[in-house]
T-cell receptor, first 112, second 115 residues
Framework: QKEVEQDPGPLSVPEGAIVSLNCTYSNSAFQYFMWYRQYSRKGPELLMYTYSSGNKEDGRFTAQVDKSSKYISLFIRDSQPSDSATYLCAMRDAGNNRKLIWGLGTSLAVNP | EAGVTQFPSHSVIEKGQTVTLRCDPI?????LYWYRRVMGKEIKFLLH????????ESGMPNNRFLAERTGGTYSTLKVQPAELEDSGVYFC?????????????FGEGSRLTVL
């Protein structure tokens, strides 16, 4: 069983839609949860990070972590064509080991 | 400020040959990481340098892979001899010491194709 599960999609939505992306995980030791965005032929860039449970909002983006369900989500409001990218979840435990465990990534297309 | 740069962007080699990938981290970043993505699979951790020291190399697949970071600046990842299953995109990332957890700055990757 994979440590992190993420539906690769693809997901296609019209401009202005609310997008919901999510990951599930099996390792209860994970404490840091991140969402990275990756454009084609580029490296991943950090979009959101959350420590432990709770919500975090940054502009049109909201990250949620539910540790009891081992489930994390990323919501994108008022989606734009420029949001078209692959969204990857990544997580790690609280130890000194800074190794990130990644989901497969979800490919998102926002259509004008 | 320059970001993380990787070279070459794409390399095509034959099985059994040697390839060396280079990564220049953001200036002043003590932490340097190598990750790899094989087609259809998740990004996987390879190793982590703190300055010139290997902090964690638990993700290195086997002894055909050798990573170095001389002087704590740029890093190289050598694959010798390359096998078909080594094909993928090799990402380098760097972060500040004590930087925001998880904020790794990635390069654009070096795509390796082994024929």
């Amino acid at each position: 069983q994979k440590e992190v599960e993420q539906d690769p999609g693809p997901l296609s939505v019209p401009e202005g839609a609310i997008v919901s992306l999510n990951c599930t995980y099996s390792n209860s030791a994970f404490q840091y949860f991140m969402w990275y965005r990756q454009y084609s032929r580029k490296g991943p860039e950090l979009l959101m990070y959350t420590y432990s449970s709770g919500n975090k909002e940054d502009g049109r983006f909201t990250a949620q972590v539910d540790k009891s369900s081992k489930y994390i989500s990323l919501f994108i409001r008022d989606s734009q064509p420029s949001d078209s990218a692959t969204y990857l979840c990544a997580m790690r435990d609280a130890g000194n080991n800074r190794k990130l465990i990644w989901g497969l990534g979800t490919s998102l297309a926002v259509n004008p | 400020e320059a970001g993380v740069t990787q070279f070459p962007s794409h390399s095509v080699i034959e099985k059994g040959q040697t390839v060396t990938l280079r990564c220049d981290p953001i200036s002043g970043h003590d932490n340097l990481y190598w990750y790899r993505r094989v087609m259809g699979k998740e990004i996987k951790f390879l190793l982590h340098f703190v300055k010139e020291s290997k902090q964690d190399e638990s993700g290195m697949p086997n002894n055909r892979f050798l990573a170095e970071r001389t002087g704590g600046t740029y890093s190289t990842l050598k694959v010798q001899p390359a096998e078909l299953e080594d094909s993928g995109v090799y990402f380098c990332a760097s972060s500040q010491r004590g930087g925001r957890t998880g904020e790794l700055f990635f390069g654009e990757g070096s795509r390796l194709t082994v024929l």
